[in-house]
């Protein structure tokens, strides 16, 4: 694959948790640093969180202590666990190289009920 693939969305109540994950090839696994990115209806497209080789990595300032962003080296993944979701985290979640994207994958769609 040539793009990072998206899983782990669905529709969950406000208050409740999911855990996303994004698979990426070796290259760009172990090359770039990778980022959540999300988009809401009518919305543009918002960095969320971030694991960067350097200090500091950029995370939203409405998700802070509520997402945490991880990854696992063995298996290209990165993963975006969600806790005390909220009715405006709702939008399509993607994953993508920083700080210049590659081509946008589909992407995993959340919906949080209120």
């Not at 980022?35 to 990595?57: D, F, N």
Request: aromatic fraction near 8%.
């Amino acid at each position: 694959q040539v793009q990072p693939v998206e899983s782990g969305g669905g529709l969950v109540q406000a208050g409740g948790s999911l855990r996303l994950s994004c698979a990426a090839s070796g290259s760009i696994f172990n090359h770039h640093d990778m980022g959540w990115y999300r988009q809401a209806p009518g919305k543009q497209r918002e960095l969320v969180a971030a694991i960067t080789v350097g200090p500091s990595p950029p995370i939203a300032d409405s998700v802070k202590g509520r997402f945490t962003i991880s990854r696992d080296n063995a298996k290209n993944t990165v993963y975006l666990q969600m806790n005390s979701l909220k009715p405006e985290d709702t939008a399509v979640y993607y994953c993508n190289t920083l700080p210049y994207p590659l081509a946008w994958g589909q992407g995993t769609q959340v919906t949080v009920s209120s």
